[in-house]
């Protein structure tokens, strides 16, 4: 099972700053937390990856909580080309995703 | 295009029928991860290879088995096949394993559809 938990869904304005959470209460110290996005039925797309620092690409912010216990990917200004499935995993030997949150994001 | 090529893209076969999916992984990549996605579910780990040898598996049945050749592709066979094994099958690679797994890299999947 994964070993992450995620809202199933989530509703953002086009524009506006899309805050996705992600709770990782058993992760060990030197599991990393990747960030995923599926759209549609495509080949889910890396966004983002960290251990204990917050970090950023030209795609997404990352913030990880001083405890690692949770992140929050960040979207500065989503676009409704976001539109997908965002997947939290904690990185192990298997990569295992869970369900995702689905971000819907609206004109 | 991530660099991960996986053949065929459609598949149509019947129930009892026995199939292969096929994936060449990223330049360089000695990791191979297979998943199932059945329709508007999630990923479902199935299996992990890395350099040939099985790393992790996860919830593969038993009539499917994998491999991956010292040329580093990979082949997944499914066998007497149930129309609940309808499916998109992706499989990614990425360079490491261990510690820091890396960035996975998925092919565009395959779509096999059991009648």
């Known amino acids: 099972d994964a070993k992450t938990t995620q809202p199933t869904s989530m509703d953002c304005a086009e524009g506006r700053a899309a805050n996705l959470p992600c709770n990782h209460s058993?992760?060990?110290?030197?599991?990393?937390v990747y960030w995923y996005r599926q759209i549609h039925s495509q080949g889910p797309q890396y966004i983002i990856h960290?251990?204990?620092n917050n970090e950023t690409n030209e795609m997404a912010s990352l913030i990880i909580t001083e405890d690692r216990k949770s992140s929050t990917l960040i979207l500065p200004h989503a676009t409704l080309r976001d539109t997908a499935v965002y997947y939290c995993?904690?990185?192990?030997?298997?990569?295992?995703f869970g369900a995702g949150t689905r971000l819907t994001v609206k004109p | 295009d991530s660099g991960v090529t996986q053949t065929p893209k459609h598949l149509i076969t019947a129930t009892g029928q026995r199939v292969t999916l096929r994936c060449s992984p990223r330049s360089g990549d000695l990791s191979v991860y297979w998943y199932q996605q059945s329709l508007d579910q999630g990923l479902q780990f199935l299996i992990h290879?890395?350099?040939?040898?099985?790393?992790a598996k996860g919830n593969i049945l038993e009539r499917f088995s994998a491999q991956q050749f010292p040329d580093l592709h990979s082949e997944l066979n499914l066998s007497s096949l149930e129309l609940g094994d309808s499916a998109l099958y992706f499989c990614?690679?990425?360079?490491?394993?261990?510690?820091?797994?890396?960035?996975?890299?998925f092919g565009e999947g395959s779509r096999l559809t059991v009648l």
């Open positions: 990614a690679s990425s360079v490491t394993t261990g510690g820091n797994t890396g960035e996975l890299f």
């Open positions: 290879y890395y350099n040939g040898e099985e790393r």
């Open positions: 960290g251990l204990k």
């Open positions: 058993t992760i060990s110290g030197n599991e990393y």
């Open positions: 995993i904690v990185n192990n030997n298997d990569m295992r």
